[in-house]
């Protein structure tokens, strides 16, 4: 499975900007995954192969909505409300991940190429 991100930019803090990831083909749980220079791979939101069962890390929760299409077999993240410390490349990941790995790079096989979001105050 190959997949391919896109949609990072700069953008000022209160923005919106909204990431895609497109899959070579159709694929199970999906996520978005961030790191900030200097800092580890984190978390940002996962959803099941229907579309349901969204997960995300609180750092994002009520700010930012992942979602899937899967006619296109793309995943999306609506980033809204930005802040300068959301800066970071964005990695969107495909898999199979069980209950204690959905959030941890570890539980993805595939991994896209990365976008790059910067957010300024």
């Known amino acids: 499975v190959q997949l391919q991100a896109s949609g990072g930019g700069l953008v000022q803090a209160g923005d919106s900007l909204k990431l895609s990831c497109a899959a070579s083909?159709?694929?199970?749980?999906m996520a978005w995954f961030r790191q900030a220079p200097g800092k580890e791979r984190e978390f940002v939101a996962t959803?099941?192969?229907?579309?349901?069962?969204?997960r995300y890390s609180d750092s994002v929760k009520g700010r930012f909505t992942i979602s899937r299409d899967n006619g296109k077999n793309t995943v999306y993240l609506q980033m809204d409300s930005l802040k300068p410390e959301d800066t970071a490349v964005y990695y969107c990941?495909?898999?199979?991940?069980?209950?204690?790995?959905?959030?941890?790079?570890?539980?993805?096989?595939?991994w896209g190429q990365g976008t790059l979001v910067t957010v300024s105050s």
């Open positions: 990941a495909a898999g199979q991940p069980i209950t204690s790995t959905m959030r941890t790079p570890v539980g993805y096989r595939y």
């Open positions: 083909e159709r694929t199970s749980v």
């Open positions: 959803t099941g192969r229907g579309g349901g069962n969204a």
